[in-house]
């Protein structure tokens, strides 16, 4: 039965797909053959994407559906992962449960047939759907490949892009030369658009702390980002934790169940913290219309989200506190690592801890600088640092190297007039944040960012052929009726 329902709601999404489809004619133009001959000698103007997308996982995928949506063809999302790996739910999120409730939309872009509600109730019925708490991480992947596969978005995986140039030149940029790392080596492909979709580590990577590089041989401690990681090794061991965010606890959590003997959290912090901010943010106005504050307030929140942390999810915290083994710290800031007889001697304000491993649940940084498709973008691409000066007491130079952002979440110019292309760049990494919401790289947000994105693209593809079109239209015949046969002069009557 559920086989059946959910072949029903295949059929639905191709229905509504089809009553959605206005208007339903390809617009985009084909590059001139003769100018991409002399740019890019060899490559056909049939083999220029018109979108592609770094990434292939929710905001990827959405964004590629709602592109074709609006008529774009040539929109190829790449992805790193093997199929089924994409984004961090069956990589390194160890968490059971997403940490957003069951209810948000935007995936869908507006149709119900696409929303994960109506892709469970096809598999568990509406009565599964009123049971559920939360959303399990396999169930989350297994919506997102079903999404793809019904929407027949265009994706490849096991492809790496390393590297996004302006081409020809920085001065005279009309496409973009993505190289691509593959099975077979190195490829090119070339994009009139290019949106980065790469995840919380798209726009810099994790941190590790260097005391711990430092001090400590590779074999004894790992980044909680880091994948695959092999929690049964940890048995009968005794694992300590840097770090009091979700995913700390999601780490300790995966290590006891897997038969650690203890997992020891420490954070420096007094108390772990309490509230979270980014539930009060949930609602339409904030989440439509962040974008458009002034710069100070948008810097004044997410200053105020990193001073004051996140905790993590009750249903995470309640299991982790319930499994025997598991010990919080506060107050407890490690101070330096050293190895001792296979062991990490780790040092605190209140003495050494001996571990088995350690992990870092030290989050992620914003540093376009340290990831290889930037370095040719970087020079010509604006940074907050650039745009906004914070009073003193509002310092955070962690948000000082996030890219200052338009209202499509492109990238804009570092001097302005000087590289006016960079606003055919798109991102909606965690370095987006600061720019378009303090939830905008997650659930949470996708059903006001994405269409933002969307339209940001098919704005910069309508524009850059602007001329093109209005030539189009003056040149073209646009008859509604044919043409009326000659009407015969009257004859006198006699």
């Known amino acids: 039965m559920q086989t059946d329902a959910l072949s029903a709601l295949?059929?639905?999404?191709?229905?509504?797909?089809?009553?959605?489809?206005?208007?339903?004619k390809p617009?985009?133009?084909?590059?001139?053959?003769?100018?991409?001959?002399?740019?890019?000698?060899?490559?056909?103007?049939?083999?220029v994407l018109h979108c592609a997308i770094v990434g292939g996982g929710q905001f990827g995928l959405t964004i590629a559906h709602g592109l074709q949506s609006e008529r774009v063809d040539r929109v190829r999302v790449f992805d790193r992962n093997p199929a089924g790996f994409e984004g961090p739910w069956m990589t390194f999120?160890?968490?059971?449960?997403?940490?957003?409730?069951?209810?948000?939309?935007?995936?869908?872009?507006?149709?119900?047939?696409?929303?994960?509600?109506?892709?469970?109730?096809?598999?568990?019925?509406?009565?599964?759907?009123?049971?559920?708490?939360?959303?399990s991480r396999p169930d989350w992947q297994a919506y997102l490949g079903w999404y793809r596969e019904v929407t027949g978005i265009d994706m490849v995986n096991e492809v790496e892009v390393t590297a996004v140039d302006p081409w020809p030149n920085a001065t005279d940029c009309r496409l973009?030369?993505?190289?691509?790392?593959?099975?077979?080596?190195?490829?090119?492909?070339?994009?009139?658009?290019?949106?980065?979709?790469s995840g919380a580590?798209?726009?810099?990577?994790?941190?590790?702390?260097?005391?711990?590089?430092?001090?400590?041989?590779?074999?004894l401690y790992a980044h909680t980002s880091e994948w695959p990681i092999d929690f049964s090794a940890f048995a009968g061991k005794r694992v300590g934790l840097l770090g009091s965010g979700?995913?700390?606890?999601?780490?300790?959590?995966?290590?006891?169940?897997?038969?650690?003997?203890?997992?020891?959290?420490?954070?420096?912090?007094?108390?772990?913290?309490?509230?979270?901010?980014?539930?009060?943010?949930?609602?339409?106005g904030f989440l439509a219309h962040y974008p458009e504050l002034p710069d100070a307030e948008r810097w004044r929140y997410l200053q105020r989200l990193y001073s004051v942390g996140q905790p993590p999810p009750q249903p995470t915290y309640d299991r982790a506190v319930a499994l025997p083994?598991?010990?919080?710290?506060?107050?407890?800031?490690?101070?330096?690592?050293?190895?001792?007889?296979?062991?990490?001697?780790?040092?605190?304000?209140?003495?050494?801890?001996?571990?088995?491993f350690v992990f870092a649940a030290t989050g992620a940084f914003v540093d376009l600088s340290q990831r290889p498709e930037f370095q040719g973008l970087l020079p010509h691409v604006a940074l907050w640092s650039e745009r906004y000066q914070a009073p003193e007491e509002l310092a955070e130079p962690r948000l000082e190297r996030f890219p200052y952002l338009g209202r499509y979440a492109q990238f804009t110019e570092k001097t302005p007039g000087a590289a006016p292309w960079v606003e055919r760049l798109f991102t909606i990494t965690r370095s987006a944040t600061l720019s378009m919401g303090p939830s905008a790289a997650s659930n949470s947000n996708i059903k006001y960012t994405a269409p933002r994105i969307i339209s940001g693209v098919t704005r910069s593809l309508f524009l850059d052929d602007a001329a093109k079109h209005a030539e189009r239209y003056e040149s073209h015949d646009h008859d509604e009726l044919p043409a009326a046969p000659p009407v015969e002069a009257a004859q006198p009557h006699h």
């Open 176 to 197: 973009f030369r993505l190289t691509l790392q593959t099975s077979q080596g190195s490829q090119f492909a070339w994009a009139r658009s290019v949106v980065f979709a």
């Open 246 to 284: 979700a995913a700390s606890f999601d780490a300790a959590i995966a290590a006891l169940e897997a038969g650690a003997k203890e997992a020891v959290l420490c954070f420096r912090r007094p108390e772990l913290p309490r509230t979270n901010p980014r539930r009060w943010m949930e609602f339409a």
């Open 201 to 219: 580590e798209g726009s810099g990577g994790h941190v590790v702390p260097e005391f711990i590089v430092d001090g400590l041989p590779r074999g």
């Open 10 to 24: 295949n059929a639905r999404v191709r229905r509504d797909l089809a009553y959605l489809s206005y208007p339903d």
């Open 27 to 47: 617009w985009v133009l084909e590059l001139d053959a003769g100018e991409l001959a002399a740019i890019a000698p060899g490559v056909a103007p049939q083999e």
């Open 93 to 135: 999120g160890r968490m059971k449960m997403l940490r957003t409730p069951k209810h948000p939309t935007g995936h869908d872009l507006g149709n119900a047939s696409l929303t994960f509600r109506a892709w469970y109730e096809a598999r568990h019925g509406a009565e599964g759907w009123d049971q559920l708490f939360r959303i």
């Open 325 to 356: 083994g598991f010990d919080m710290r506060p107050s407890t800031p490690w101070l330096s690592a050293r190895e001792d007889g296979g062991q990490a001697i780790i040092t605190t304000p209140h003495g050494d801890e001996r571990f088995d």
